[in-house]
């Protein structure tokens, strides 16, 4: 009986002297969490996310680009820690969208210790630019060119930068390149710009003063293979804090007219995307049918 | 030995009475009796306020105070139990006979034995307080929503032990579903709350399900998972 008392007082004693790090679950031995993000974005928007380590501290873990399909990231042992850690939290963030903080949960480290987790999570827009609306307008010159008509408008309270544009052509029936691998495409064309500020706050009214011309310069096919062709190039314009932006875009060249002919027989579809502060990307289709200009 | 130890201690204060009975002086078992009650009294109400509410907390370890209240009550429920059951024998004057008297008198029982009542159910409330003694190991995760369902990210949880101190490696943030996973650190006790303190308000819940539930192991891939529901709008 004096034997079983001492063992009982034994464990109780060494139960609450030692050391927490002592009953810790986790081992020194070493460890790789994979992370794979899968950003659900809203339509039409895409950027990259900027990643930052939440959970283990920085220092205690690392975290570094992975490889792998998509958007993948790993986390490694820091300088300052070896312990396996139960979790991971990663923060994304980058201009237009909200900053959030995902949790891989429990992970489950196999023999090699290594742990992978998927993180699938819709990405909220914080003050992003929209493009309210995109008309295409009939131009009245000869020989007449593609004209749209796109408003933007900027919720935020700081200005922004539209600065990037890109153009996308799409034919799902035919080639989208004369020659296939030497990205010799059908078309080649220059964009020009009238734009229109609104000065008020979000006012609905257009003022005429403040329009300035622009021809966008350096477009360059950015991709030309199998049924897609892509332009792009610096656009750089600015859009006030709270203000909406009527830009026309009129194509000079073949990217931006459809014949009707075209789309019937290729069954081509082309879409504008636009960058913001050279991060957040907002793409939409180019409509066909033209309006009446007001 | 107890009661043994008491009659020497009041050996003193003994009288005779009508029947040249040795009884105890009626002043001094007043107050022996009465200073029973009041420490019952006060010993349990101790013991259920130490369990329901963190009052005690900080003053000096929960296992130290629950082996302090054990001790208490254990000696009041001796004391209860002597004054109650506690007799002598006297010769009787009238019938030439010895008889047993109580020492104490029937009011006095009456008062013991309520108080033993009143201690008896202090000492079942401090033997729970037992499971607090040791934690248990491994991570353990959750999400914290509010009140209409949606989840309270950047809240602080934790999981607090009877002294109201953390027995988590560290206190986490909820991510931004409300997920958070603690990992727990046994050596500091058994989780008896869980907090969440979030920017407009606070929420301490009482662990009502065994925490190995939700503890992970290795072999239990199936660990259950915490919801924690703030009773206000979330951040």
Redesign the interface.
Known sequence: MKILYSCALAVLVIRLSAPPSAFAHQGSESWRVSVVLQPEFPSGYLTNLNKELVYPSPGAAVLKRGLGVGDVVEVLPGELSTLRPSHVDIAVSNFGIKRQVLGTGILRFDSDGRAEAILRFPIELDNAPKIEQITKLKDTRKPARPLYEITFLNPSSEQINISWLKVRRIFWNGGACMESGANRPHFSFKVQVYGNRVVGRLSQERPQKDSVSYQVKGFYIAYCEGQTIEFEGPFNYPIEAHERLYLRLSFVGGIGNLSHFEQILFRATQDIEFAFNNSLALSLPLPFSAATPP | MLPRGISTLYASYLAKDENECEVRKARKTNFLSAIVAVFAGITSIATFVNQLTPTFTGLVDFRVRNILSLAFLASIMGLCVYIMSSRHLCKSAFIGQEIGHFNYSRTRRIVAFYSSVLALAAIAVALSDFRYW?GV???I?GRVIDVSGHPV??AVVDAMNRDDRSVC?SP??T???G???L?L????GHAAYFTVKATKCELRQPITTPMLNFV?RKDN?N?NSILLRLSCPGD
């Open positions: 040791f190991d491994g991570p995760q990210a950047a490696q986490q943030r991510v931004s579903n997920g958070f996973v990992d650190e046994p050596t500091r992970s891939p660990e």
